[in-house]
């Protein structure tokens, strides 16, 4: 009997029995390839499923997206002075110092670098320190909330709680950022001698001071809008409220660590009242919970791969899929004004974020050289 023999009959079996072991499991050079097929198979019934003439429109709207460097260069210093200027007005200013620690997020499309056509739209959000521990009841499903203090206070806050209760009120809040605002924009000047900012009509259900950056002749169109979000942030050590305090569901695309991570930043909740008519006094003072910071982190860390989108690594078109969207968007709005009057680009942010957190596997785009979906 040679050795192969004896090994077979020291593990039980005869002669002519085979090792299930080297029958049942494929080698890992074969389990590789066979992913690669898959994988490659997949990408050829994608690039076969899109047109020719189609592609070529997509490719020369993709380049069309791009914001040219002069543009971006003097809106960038236009609106960075602004928001330097009045950070410092605020921090400087005595008659409201519930101001003075306020700090600027950077959020929004143009710091997600997925801005298209042209930088005219800015969105600011300004931080603002809550106390350390709240009360926060849950208003709706989830999205709108009444914020209470847990105890009476002497700190600044104190001029915007509401006097029968320890509410803290959302449209004091605003009211005294619109008057901020004003105030700081009577002795402020834009570096650009031929513009001046202007601040917009307070809207309805709006938690922003909207301003419009024009020329200084009457009637000027308006060039910039830069949108001035007062955001009260929630320190991390209290938590998430119970409807949202789970994260978001992103284990398939950045992994479980990522989630942790983001679970444990603070969240914010921006001045907006409920929709509807007949509201309780509640309703009235409501916040909206906001998550534009960690909007950003995703976009900005949006692949699986810790190298996706480096300089030297392979580029994926993720941040380009959204910006095509985008622009579909702004494209059917401006064909349907009538009937799509609601709809934003920020739902389309909002449905681009679900298609990526559910597959980690995503369908690879053409444009001018293959990108994958990292």
Known sequence: MDRQDRVVNLRGRGPGEEDSRTTSRPSRSTSARQKQRVQQQREEEAEESVPPELAGWIKERA???KIRQTDRRWAAEVVNDFRENLLKFLKKNDDQPFFQTAEFLTSGSYFEKVKIDSPDEFDMMLRL?????LNITQLDDGLFYRIDLCRPTRTSIRAFILEENLTLSSSKILSEMHRLVRK????YRVPD????????RKRLNSPAVTLSLCRTDENSEELISVDVVPALEVHSSQGWPPNVRNGPDIDNWLGKKGRQEIRSLPCFFVPKRLKGRNLSEEAKESWRISFSHIEKKIITCHGNKKTCCESNATKCCRKLCLMLLKSLIKGLKHRFPKELDDLCSYHGKTVFLHLLSESRDHIRITLDCTCPMN
């Open 63 to 65: 380049k069309a997206l």
């Open 193 to 200: 001698e031929h513009c001046r900012w202007v601040v917009n």
């Open 184 to 187: 700081f924009l009577k002795t």
């Open 129 to 133: 320190q809550a106390p350390s521990r």
